[in-house]
Every structure is written in structure tokens, then in C-alpha cells.
């Protein structure tokens, strides 16, 4: 075990893998609490790509996992459920369980950041597996929330709401939680009487990003020829990214040399909105290049023959980034946008008005549509290099001060200094 001031801490998700927003987040915390002098490590279903000594893989963890899977099928869209899903889930739940303390066991674990995996019951017996651990062990736990379950309509109706009272989230004091906007953070304690602490998602601004070598490669290899203007938009094709304002927005430009680049797939939420945008895009005559293909979770040269761009080579290469989302638990590609020093159309979808409008960025805005205003906003910061240059400019300052690192150091540093956590490695 580590001493008071070195801490060793289990990062705990269904999959710790990949480009999605909670994976991200997951390095920048590692990378912020390693800074600190703490080690990092990693239990989860899938963690393919973090450090093989740091890791633990629990197959039953992920839920994509056959015996999850079936579980989510009979437990969501019915009200109901037979005594044969609860007894798997019970059973599931031990086998979590022993898997998850064998886990802490072998690697020495002072305290569990839990993310998101006590927040939306995408794998429920993972979450009462979570609760029981911490009850039993007093192992020290801070739950990272990044999407509420009351925020996701195909939750709604269930037959597992008392496993969703039980641990999504668990109202224990028990545990330190936390939440990354202030309107989560507001509904969390109306839901629970529980206070949580807000830290948005971050990029490490006091580095800048490498100007890379990719560019041309990338926008080759999409089909892109020289004269092209990129636009980017950096999501999954999933309903709430509004892409069919990225497509009104590259017909509305009325230039051929436009083309959407769209860098994700649809996940785990199905292709039906992915071939509603194909068609409409086809409607419009809008070229779209869905480039998940080209682009890998991480880079590596090595890999022959398979996908050899990282997400953040699709940024060096884009010319504008479109960002038209309805609903976001906070904006990791606003704010890699501003990192990467690119100009933006933005939706003020709700948590963007309440917790980044406010701190003061130049950037495109849109209120839910498209406006003649808003795509000659576009037109000038597409054939204005000036305007471009004092809008990133301008955003990359403004992003260091408000979503660094030092400001998740700081939050951080708080919360391990509470009692519970300070005092676990002593006990």
C-alpha cells in the first residue's frame, strides 16, 4: 500500500477504450493525479489500450458482455421482469463482485474513481457490485457522473427501478461524487439530497498541441483533394448531434469545394439516425465522408494496413468545425476545437449557455437553427485568415483560464483531502 500522500487509484468502468468522452476524460484525470505523485490503474470490461500492468480486465464488466446484454434486453421497454432476470442479475452481481475485490486485491487499490458506471445502469450488476465493495470494504470512492440516467429517454420505462434507487447513482455519503456541469449538479442533489463537486471536462491548454504531419496525408486518404474545405464534425452519428444541421449548414455554404467529414460511427445506439442523414444528405446533394475507418483509438505506425489517424489528426486537418448538438452532458469537441485552434459553429444547447457561454468565447452561435445571420457568419471566417486567427486566438486563452488542468489539480487535491479518502490508505 501507499502512504497518506501517494495514493494508489483504480480507475472502475464498463470500458476504459477508445475516443469516447468518458475514456478521454479517464487519461486526463490519470494524467492530472499522476502529476500528483498518485499511480493510476484501470478495472474495467475492455482496457485494451492503457499500460497491460496497470490493468485488469472483468469480461462481465462490459455491456456488451452476453449475460449483461440479455439482462439490459428484459429489464428496459418493460415494466415487469420475470424472477429469471432477477436471479441473474443477483448472480451476475456476485460474480462482478469477486472478480472486482480480487482486482483491488491484486493491485494494491487505496481508492476507486467509479465512471459513470454508478450513473447509467448500462450494466447493472457492475453498479451493485460497486455499492456492495464500497459498504463492505471502506474502500475510499468518488463516482465521476458524466450522464445521469434520467437524462436518457430509453431508460425511462424499466423493470429495474429499485437497482436504479439502489446505485444510479447510490445515495451514500459514503461516497464523494461528482458532477461536470452545474445544471447535472443542481437536479443530482434535488434527486438524491446529496452535494456534489463540479468539474467539467478539461484539455491540458498549458501544452499546446503538436502541429502534426498528417494533414495532407489524412485529407488524401478521405478523398479530398487540395482546393477541399473540410468541415468537421467531430461526433458519433447519434440523434442529439443534430447533424442535419451540419449538412443544412455545407448545402446553405453553396460551395462544391465543401465537404462534411464526419468522424464517428453511430456506437452503441443503433444506424437508424445514421441512414437518416445519409439520405438527407443525398436529398441536398452534400457530400459526406463518414471517416471512422481511417481513424484509430490511438496512433500507432505500426499497425499495417489498419487504421492509421488519430481523432486528433481530423482536427489539424479541418478548416471549420461544425458543433449543432441539441443535448451535452458537457462538450469535449467544443473544447478540443479550442485546442486545436479551429473556428467553430456552435448550438447553445442547454449546458452551453449555463456553464461556457458565460466565460466569454468568439464563436459561431446558432439557437437550435440555422439562420441566413449565422451562415454568413460562416462565409467571413472561411475567406476572412484575420478574423480566423483573433477567434482561436481569442478561444485558446480563454480556454486555459477556465478548463485546464490546474483547475481539475485543484478540485482533485480537494476531494482527496476529505476525510474518508485521506484516511484509507491507513486503514
Not at 24 to 46: D, N, P, T
Not at 265 to 280: K, P
Not at 347 to 360: A, K, L, V
Request: hydrophobic share 40%.
Amino acid at each position: 500500500m501507499t502512504t497518506d500522500a501517494s495514493k494508489r487509484i483504480a480507475f472502475v468502468s464498463t470500458r476504459i477504450s477508445g475516443t469516447d468522452g468518458v475514456s478521454l476524460e479517464i487519461g486526463k484525470w490519470a494524467e492530472v493525479l499522476e502529476r500528483m505523485g498518485h499511480e493510476c490503474f484501470y478495472i474495467a470490461g475492455q482496457c485494451d489500450d492503457r499500460p497491460r500492468e496497470r490493468s485488469h480486465v472483468i469480461p462481465e464488466a462490459h455491456f456488451t458482455h452476453p449475460a449483461i446484454a440479455e439482462i439490459n434486453r428484459r429489464s428496459f421497454g418493460v415494466q415487469l421482469r420475470s424472477p429469471e432476470v432477477s436471479d441473474q442479475i443477483r448472480n451476475m452481481t456476485g460474480v462482478i463482485d469477486e472478480k472486482l475485490r480480487e482486482a483491488l486485491t491484486r493491485l494494491e487499490i487505496d481508492i476507486i474513481i467509479a465512471e459513470n458506471c454508478l450513473t447509467i445502469p448500462m450494466n447493472i450488476p457492475l453498479g451493485l457490485a460497486l455499492v456492495e465493495t464500497v459498504m463492505e470494504t471502506g474502500i475510499g470512492c468518488i463516482a465521476h457522473h458524466h450522464d445521469f440516467v434520467w437524462e436518457r429517454e430509453r431508460f425511462m420505462v424499466n423493470a429495474v427501478d429499485d437497482h436504479i434507487q439502489a446505485a444510479f447513482p447510490p445515495n451514500l455519503n459514503e461516497i464523494q461524487h461528482v458532477a461536470i456541469n452545474s445544471v447535472a449538479a443542481a437536479e443530482f442533489a434535488r434527486r438524491t439530497g446529496l452535494s456534489s463537486r463540479v468539474i467539467p471536462n478539461v484539455m491540458d491548454f498549458d501544452s499546446p498541441p503538436e502541429t502534426g504531419r498528417k494533414r495532407s496525408e489524412f485529407r488524401n486518404d478521405i478523398g479530398l483533394a487540395e482546393e477541399d474545405i473540410l468541415i468537421l464534425q467531430p461526433t458519433r452519428v447519434v440523434q442529439r448531434k443534430g447533424i442535419e444541421t451540419s449538412v443544412e449548414l455545407v448545402r446553405r455554404l453553396d460551395d462544391p469545394r465543401c465537404k462534411l467529414v464526419i468522424t464517428h460511427s453511430a456506437g452503441d445506439e443503433g444506424d437508424a439516425y445514421a441512414q437518416r442523414v445519409r439520405s438527407y444528405a443525398e436529398l441536398l446533394g452534400v457530400e459526406i465522408v463518414f471517416a471512422e475507418d481511417w481513424i484509430s483509438d490511438r496512433q500507432d505506425p505500426a499497425r499495417v494496413g489498419q487504421k492509421k489517424y488519430s481523432i486528433w489528426d481530423a482536427f489539424r486537418a479541418a478548416d471549420f468545425v461544425t458543433y449543432p448538438s441539441t443535448y451535452e452532458g458537457f462538450g469535449n469537441a467544443f473544447l478540443e476545437t479550442v485546442y486545436f485552434k479551429k473556428p467553430i459553429l456552435c448550438n447553445r444547447y442547454s449546458i452551453y449557455r449555463t456553464d461556457i457561454e458565460p466565460c466569454g468565447f468568439d464563436v459561431i452561435l446558432m439557437d437550435g437553427y440555422l439562420t441566413d445571420e449565422v451562415v454568413n457568419q460562416v462565409h467571413e471566417v472561411l475567406r476572412n485568415a484575420e478574423r480566423r486567427r483573433q477567434m482561436v486566438e481569442h478561444n485558446y486563452v480563454t480556454a486555459r483560464k477556465f478548463f485546464s488542468y490546474a483547475r481539475v489539480e485543484g478540485e482533485l487535491q480537494a476531494l482527496l483531502n476529505k476525510p474518508r479518502l485521506a484516511l484509507t490508505s491507513a486503514t
